[in-house]
Structure formats: structure tokens, C-alpha cells
């Protein structure tokens, strides 16, 4: 049998389900901008790239709401609800699943997920702002902090999000929590063209001028955690207006001004720790700051931080090390009060991510009473760059479980069944990628990890031998 002109809408259609089948299938429909394919009841999306308004717009919602799974066009709506009326009826907790290698549309798609599970839950409007308000608002905070442009993905995730939305016996959401994952630190430090750090830094930097006074920042040009790369903006994004916006959402989401305050002077502070350079100091292996500049930006970070200058400058030239007899503090020579400092700033950093992910829960409020959610899982995808870190094992790693579990469910599973029900069927060929999990998992392989690198003489650090990685 042809496939149809305008292809199928469902892949199980295909009278031969092999890849140049699927691709074509695709393609085809991609032509027709129909992004969305069925895989029995797996959703396939294509990036279209481009603003499809009339898909997601509230007239679409209403008509998949209730409408048996199927009947109208394959649509990520469609999926939620699914997920939604299984939950009501069944009393049945759903997770959703959205895979796929960097720059696919994961986090676009697990948006439109939520847009309209907070269409199905949602209260009718009610004085001041809702769950489903808070809950949809926390993603542009959250993008604003753990999101930046790579080489894949000018909004790339850079840290793996599961959030539960809980609801109450009547089906409305009564409840959120969002749980995150390993969010990439090396960032904060190191990034390279033309690739940008955390969008904040940069929205921060397009700040009104009053703002940029309050914490004593410029052009974003003169930080070196901005300028090792030449890309500062993204085209068609105003980041300016984006800061407007990301504190617009930080309100809806429930965090205070004077809150506010406090992140965006931790974020002050790092672009201008960064700044910060040292110099041999007179006793051997020891290091001052380099210069007056480094001393104003030493002295801006203390302030902003709210912490003593002195202490800090101790904090990053000098080591202390606790053994059960005594304190030892050792100085640090240049080389390794820079890779301290840097140190400092991941780690704050990736604090004050975690600081934000808490306030955005303990804002939006849990249900305790709750016997049903949803969960919508949105990660970072498969990359793989010309110099990859521990960060994109850890990443691809992750890729691999998922895929394993895809594979779990669509090919293991149901095939087993067929078995079972003595169905008369064809074995269908897939990749099963349990060797590569094995090979990572199992505890010789840590051997092998631990054998690659070897222990830098004078930092003590661990230093890969694999010549595409490097540890950061
Ligand atoms: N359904 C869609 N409609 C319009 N544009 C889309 C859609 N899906 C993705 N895009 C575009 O593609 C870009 C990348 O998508 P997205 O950030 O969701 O990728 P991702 O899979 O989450 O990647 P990463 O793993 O890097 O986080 C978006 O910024 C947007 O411009
Ligand atoms: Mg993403």
C-alpha cells in the first residue's frame, strides 16, 4: 500500500515501519507544518522553528478537552489529556515524558504540557494569583537562571527539571513541586564561542541604569566570565526587556522585592568576582590581589555579599585544611587562589539555584492532602561538543537511561505481551543500548573512569588522560 499524500498520522499506519519510512513520514508532514505524529500512543514532535500560534491557542484547547485520544490530530495537548482523564477516572498518578537531543523542543513542548493541564485544572479567577499562575510563571524564572545559549540551542536547559503538578479529588491543582537536577556549575566560569553563560547575567547587565549604579556594573563586555566568549546577545531577544519580565514572573511566583534584591546581588557578585586577580605575594607560594581594579571588584563582591573584604580575601588566597589535631591554613599561590575563586563562584551559584527551586516550592505551597498528580519530566538533552566535560557524560548518560526506558515500554514490554497472547507477529529490530548502561554502570567501568585520569602535581587535582574530555 502507498502512503497517503499527505502522510499518516499515526506511524503504525505505515505498511512498513522501518527508518527511511518513519523519516518520510515525517518530512511530509513536516512540509504540511502537521508537527505532531502518533506512534501508537507515543507523541512524536518536530521542531517547526517558528511560532505556530494557531496550534496552541484556547480554541485548540477546548476542543481536545475530553475528546478521545486519536480522534483529532496527533497534539501534545492530546497527551495531557490522556494523562489528566486516566488521573480523574482512574485515580491514577501520570508521569509525561519529553525526550530528545538538545535543541529538539523539550522544554517547549513540556510548557504547552503544562499550559494545558493549568487549562484543565485551573480555578476560575479568583483576588490575587493562582496556583496554576505560580506554577506556570516559575519557568521563565527558572530558564532565566539555569538556561543559556549553546552552540545546539540559544535556550538550552542546563539543568533537568521534574515537576509534579498535585491536584484535589474535584481535579483542580491544588499543588506543585518542582525537583531539578545537576545543574551545570562549569558554566558559570568557563564558556567559549560562541556560546553565553546564564541568560541572568546578561539581563542583569541590560538592567536600568539605576540598578546597574546599585550594584556597580557595566558593559558585559568587562567581566571575564562573559568575555571569553563574543556572543552577548541572542537575535530577536531583548534581554532588557527580559529583565523586566524575569522579575515580573518572580513576583507572580511569589518572591519578595527585598528577595529579589538579594539574588541579583549574588549574581552582581560573581560577574565581579570573576574580576579578581592575583598575583605572587611576597612569601613563597602565596598571592595578593593583582591590582587596584581587582581590589574595587574584591571589595564590590565583599559589599554585595554583605561579608568582610578581609575575610574573603583570606577565604580565596589561603587554604584551610582541619585534621583532628589542628587548623592548618596554607597560602595559596596564584594559579591556585584563581582556580579557588572559581570554585567560590560555582558553588554560590549553584546555591543560589537551589535557593530559588526551594522559594519557588515552598511559594507555590504543596498538597499534602493531594492523592493524584502529574509529573512532566523536561531534561537536558544528548549533546555532544568539539570539548566535552564530566557534565556531558553525566548529561548523555541520563539520555541513555531515558532511551532505555523508552525501549522498556515501546519494544520489550509489548513484545512480551504478543508473546504471551501467542499473537501472531514480526519481530521488530531496535537498538537496545542496555551494553552502553552496563558498560557505565557496572563497577569496573568506575575502574576504568578512575584509571583515565591521573593527579596533577601542583594542584592535587584529578586531570583526565582521555583526550576529549577535561574536567572542569
Ligand atoms: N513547538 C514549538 N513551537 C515553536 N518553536 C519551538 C517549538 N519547539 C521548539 N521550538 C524552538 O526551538 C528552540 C529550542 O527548543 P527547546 O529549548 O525546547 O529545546 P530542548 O529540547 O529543551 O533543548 P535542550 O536539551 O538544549 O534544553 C526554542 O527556543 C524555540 O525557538
Ligand atoms: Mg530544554
Not at 499527505?6 to 515501519?17: C, E, F, I, Q
Request: some cysteine; hydrophobic content about 35%.
Amino acid at each position: 500500500m502507498e502512503a497517503a499524500a499527505g502522510g499518516v498520522d499515526d506511524m503504525t499506519k505505515l505498511s512498513y515501519l522501518h527508518e527511511p519510512g518513519v523519516l518520510q513520514n515525517l518530512a511530509t508532514r513536516y512540509e504540511l507544518n502537521e508537527i505532531y505524529t502518533y506512534t501508537g500512543n507515543i507523541l512524536i514532535a518536530v521542531n517547526p522553528f517558528q511560532r505556530l500560534q494557531h496550534l496552541y491557542d484556547s480554541h485548540m484547547m477546548q476542543q481536545y478537552k475530553g475528546a478521545p485520544f486519536g480522534e483529532l490530530s496527533p497534539h501534545v495537548f492530546a497527551v495531557a489529556d490522556v494523562a489528566y482523564r486516566a488521573m480523574i477516572h482512574e485515580g491514577r498518578s501520570n508521569s509525561i515524558l519529553v525526550s530528545g537531543e538538545s535543541g529538539a523542543g523539550k522544554t517547549e513542548t513540556t510548557k504547552m504540557l503544562m499550559q494545558y493541564l493549568a487549562y484543565l485544572g485551573g480555578r476560575a479567577a479568583t483576588e490575587g494569583r493562582t496556583v496554576e499562575q505560580q506554577v506556570l510563571e516559575s519557568n521563565p524564572v527558572l530558564e532565566a537562571f539555569g538556561n543559556a545559549k549553546t552552540v545546539r540551542n540559544n535556550n538550552s536547559s542546563r539543568f533537568g527539571k521534574f515537576v509534579e503538578i498535585q491536584f484535589d479529588k474535584h481535579g483542580r491543582i491544588s499543588g506543585a513541586a518542582v525537583r531539578t537536577y545537576l545543574l551545570e556549575r562549569s558554566r558559570v566560569c568557563q564558556i567559549s564561542d560562541p556560546e553565553r553563560n546564564y541568560h541572568c547575567f546578561y539581563l542583569l547587565c541590560a538592567a536600568p541604569q539605576e540598578e546597574l549604579d546599585k550594584y556597580k556594573l557595566e558593559n558585559p563586555r568587562t567581566y571575564h566570565y562573559l568575555n571569553k566568549s563574543n556572543c552577548y546577545d541572542l537575535v530577536g531577544v531583548s534581554d532588557a526587556r527580559e529583565y523586566l519580565a524575569t522579575r515580573r514572573a518572580m513576583d507572580i511566583v511569589g518572591i519578595s522585592t527585598q528577595e529579589q534584591d538579594a539574588i541579583f546581588r549574588v549574581v552582581a557578585a560573581i560577574l565581579h568576582i570573576g574580576n579578581i586577580e592575583f598575583a605572587k605575594g611576597k612569601e613563597v607560594d602565596s598571592s595578593v590581589l593583582k591590582d587596584d581594579k581587582s581590589k574595587f571588584h574584591l571589595e564590590t563582591a565583599a559589599e554585595l555579599l554583605m561579608c568582610d573584604p578581609g575575610a574573603f580575601t583570606d577565604a580565596l588566597c589561603k587554604r584551610v585544611m582541619v585534621t583532628p589535631e589542628e587548623v592548618i591554613k596554607r597560602s595559596l599561590d596564584p594559579y591556585s587562589a584563581t582556580i579557588s575563586r572559581d570554585g567560590f563562584a560555582k558553588t554560590i551559584y549553584s546555591r543560589l539555584f537551589d535557593w530559588l527551586v526551594d522559594k519557588i516550592n515552598s511559594s507555590i505551597g504543596q498538597d499534602a492532602n493531594s492523592k493524584c498528580l502529574i509529573g512532566v519530566l523536561d531534561i537536558y538533552g544528548f549533546e555532544s561538543f568539539k570539548s566535552n566535560s564530566f557534565e556531558q557524560f553525566c548529561i548523555n548518560y541520563t539520555n541513555e537511561k531515558l532511551q532505555q526506558h523508552f525501549n522498556q515500554h515501546v519494544f520489550k514490554m509489548e513484545q512480551e505481551e504478543y508473546t504471551k497472547e501467542q499473537i501472531d507477529w514480526s519481530y521488530i529490530e531496535f537498538v537496545d543500548n542496555q551494553d552502553v548502561l552496563d558498560l557505565i554502570e557496572k563497577a569496573s567501568v568506575m575502574l576504568i573512569w578512575s584509571c583515565c585520569c591521573r593527579v596533577q602535581s601542583n594542584t592535587s587535582q584529578l586531570v583526565p588522560i582521555w583526550p576529549k574530555l577535561s574536567f572542569t
